[in-house]
């Protein structure tokens, strides 16, 4: 199975504030990753997918990359809003079983 | 307005079973591909299993094989993941979710999930 690792596991920002959330593949996906938001409760929603592509209706201020090799990731959120405060997850979908990074809580500082 | 509704969880005895359903409303059901994933209470997300939109393709994680047994009526916009023989790892929230077209391989749109405790 592909193993998936993130860092942070958690980052204290205030509103506005740039946050950066890394994702780690243990072997090379391409650009199969997604990210996802969760808010406590709540189902997991898809932000970006294919690494960069932002889904519909999705703010702008998220954006994702892949930095070299396929094997690493970025999540960013410019100018932080409250709403964006949850637990943000990348998952891998080269091939199964699909496996997800064990998350990062972004919280308010 | 696009939904997914799980229903069929609860609290089970270890080696029980359960049928847990996803009804879909407002998308053409099927033309997607359906996926499970679970959550343990306070973990992270798991990937369980997939059907592609004839039904005909089936993917599981490997600790669930030969337990668990997904399966859809196209006819009633309704997905459908049999769970036998669980155990405590089985306790769990299941989501249903809808496959990306066409990469089938990110999960668009989900339920609120439908909660499965295993517990003697």
């Known amino acids: 199975d592909i193993q998936m690792t993130q860092s942070p596991s958690s980052v204290s920002a205030s509103v506005g504030d740039r946050v950066t959330i890394s994702c780690r593949s243990s072997?090379?996906?391409?650009?199969?990753v997604a990210w996802y938001q969760q808010k406590p409760g709540k189902a997991p929603k898809l932000l970006i997918y294919?690494?960069?592509?932002?889904y519909g209706g999705v703010p702008s201020r998220f954006s994702g990359s892949r930095s070299g090799s396929g094997t690493e990731f970025t999540l960013t959120i410019t100018s932080l809003q409250p709403e964006d405060f949850a637990t943000y997850y990348c998952?891998?979908?080269?091939?199964?079983?699909?496996?997800f990074g064990p998350g990062t809580e972004v919280e308010i500082k | 307005q696009e939904q997914l509704v799980e229903s069929g969880g609860g609290l089970v005895k270890p080696g029980g079973y359960l049928r847990l359903s996803c009804e879909v409303s407002?998308?053409?059901?099927?033309?997607?591909?359906m996926h499970w994933i679970r959550q343990a209470p306070g973990k992270g997300l798991e990937w369980v299993s997939c059907?592609?939109?004839?039904?005909?393709?089936?993917q599981y994680r490997d600790s669930v094989k030969g337990r668990f047994t997904i399966s859809r009526d196209n006819a009633k916009n309704s997905l459908f993941l049999d769970i036998s023989n669980l155990s405590d790892d089985d306790t769990a929230i299941y989501y249903c979710?809808?496959?990306?077209?066409?990469?089938?391989?990110?999960?668009?749109?989900w339920g609120r999930g439908t909660l499965v405790t295993v517990s003697s």
């Open positions: 072997q090379d996906i391409y650009n199969w």
């Open positions: 294919g690494a960069h592509n932002l």
């Open positions: 407002g998308f053409n059901f099927k033309d997607y591909y």
């Open positions: 059907i592609n939109q004839s039904g005909t393709m089936r």
């Open positions: 979710a809808s496959g990306l077209r066409p990469q089938n391989w990110y999960f668009n749109l």
């Open positions: 998952q891998q979908g080269n091939s199964f079983p699909f496996t």
